[in-house]
C-alpha cells in the first residue's frame, strides 16, 4: 500500500511559477513509476508528465513541455513538479500518482495503482 499526499498547490500570478509536492509512504516508493495529472472544472483528468523509478526519463504533455519539469528524490519518498511560466489556463486540481512496474503507458491514468487526494492550483490572469 502506498500513500500519496499532495502539497504546494496555491494562488499564483499567469507568468509565475509554482513547485508541487508528492510525498509517499512506504519503503517501496523507488519501485513506482510516478506520474502528474491534472483536471480542470468541467473536463476530464488529463496527463501532466511522468517520471520513471530513478528519474533517467521523463515524458510530459505537450501543453506542458517547456514550462514544467518533473523530478524525484527516493531518499525523500518525494516527486515534485516545478510549474514554470504558469498560464490561466493551467488552473486544475493536480494529483500525483503512483505506477508500479514498467514505465510505460504513462499517460493512461487507468494504469496507475496509487493516487493522491490532489492539489488546487489556481493562476490568475
Known amino acids: 500500500q502506498v500513500q500519496l499526499v499532495e502539497s504546494g498547490g496555491g494562488l499564483v500570478q499567469a507568468g509565475g511559477s509554482l513547485r508541487l509536492s508528492c510525498a509517499a509512504s512506504?519503503?517501496?516508493?523507488?519501485?513506482?513509476?510516478m506520474g502528474w495529472f491534472r483536471q480542470a472544472p468541467g473536463k476530464e483528468r488529463s496527463f501532466v508528465g511522468a517520471?520513471?523509478?530513478?528519474?533517467?526519463?521523463?515524458s510530459y504533455a505537450d501543453s506542458v513541455k517547456g514550462r514544467f519539469t518533473i523530478s524525484r528524490d527516493n531518499a525523500k519518498n518525494t516527486v515534485y513538479l516545478q510549474m514554470n511560466s504558469l498560464k490561466p489556463e493551467d488552473t486544475a486540481v493536480y494529483y500525483c500518482?503512483?505506477?508500479?512496474?514498467?514505465?510505460?503507458?504513462?499517460?493512461?491514468?487507468?494504469?496507475?495503482?496509487?493516487w493522491g487526494q490532489g492539489t488546487q492550483v489556481t493562476v490568475s490572469s
Open positions: 500518482a503512483a505506477k508500479f512496474g514498467a514505465y510505460n503507458y504513462m499517460g493512461q491514468g487507468k494504469t496507475y495503482d496509487y
Open positions: 512506504g519503503r517501496t516508493f523507488s519501485s513506482y513509476a
Open positions: 517520471i520513471n523509478w530513478n528519474g533517467g526519463s521523463t
